[in-house]
């Protein structure tokens, strides 16, 4: 499918790996909504790639109902749905002082798999309304973001970990959903990226961890990222998998 022209919102494009998507999208022509709990990051970059930006709580139904329908009305149903929204506290299931409270374990499911799930399926009813655009018969693609921390996760990230690795498994279902619909569904599961979630950590910590990656021996940027969101909506075969964007690293444990 080709970008120019539709309509695309991009979750959790306020920073990172969404807004470099937001940019990118935008240059090839799409109209762009962003999409971010943080207004002020997500009206910002909604303009500067020329496009809308909103506040929007991904795991709220009723909200992104309203903020979907605020994109429709601006840019038409999109076509183009990436989520990049997610959140990464890391928490032991027993700390020092005590079972880790099931609040955290709860909100990092309902805005990682849940919030996901949310944005997919009102921008799946949009898409099913559409023309196809091409004689492949497509009407739309949506793309997930998950971790490699679904298949490696690490000390404390049990949360993390187990939302990315549902995203991994509805990848397939979602895609069999909407095949009859020429919807297509993908996941990446990207590895150690270089963007603001990972800002927390001290400089050597960040070293170690690039040093880590086989090769390239550093930290993914957000633009191959987006390179790969681009080719994903380009080539009409890539559907119900997922890709692994990680310099080929496994991680161990700590
Ligand atoms: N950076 C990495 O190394 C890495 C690795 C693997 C996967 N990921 C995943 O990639 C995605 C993008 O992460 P990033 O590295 O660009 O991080 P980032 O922190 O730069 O961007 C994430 C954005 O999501 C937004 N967000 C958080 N909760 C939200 C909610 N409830 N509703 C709407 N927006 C919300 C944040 O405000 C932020 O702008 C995330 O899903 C993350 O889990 C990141």
Known sequence: MNVAGH????????????????????????????????????????????????????????????????????????????????????????????????????????VNLIGTFNVMRVCAADMAGLDPVNETGERGVMIATASVAAY???VGQAAYAASKAGLVGMTLPLARDLASLGIRVMTVAPGLMDTPMLDGMPEDVRERLAASVPFPRRLGQPGEFADLVEHIIANAMLNGSVIRLDGAIRMQPR
Do not use: W, Y
């Open 7 to 110: 309509s695309a919102v991009i979750t959790g494009g306020g920073s990172g790996m969404g807004a470099e998507t937001a940019r990118r999208l935008a240059r090839a022509g799409a109209k762009v909504t962003v999409l971010d709990l943080g207004e002020a990051a997500a009206v910002a970059v909604g303009a500067e790639v020329g496009g809308l930006g909103l506040a929007c709580d991904v795991a709220d139904a009723a909200g992104v109902e309203d903020a979907i329908a605020r994109a429709r009305a601006a840019h038409g149903p999109a076509r183009i749905c990436v989520n990049c929204a997610g959140i990464a506290p890391a928490q032991r299931l027993v700390g020092r002082s005590g079972p880790a409270p099931l609040d955290g374990f709860r909100r990092v499911v309902e």
């Open 152 to 154: 490696e996760g690490q």
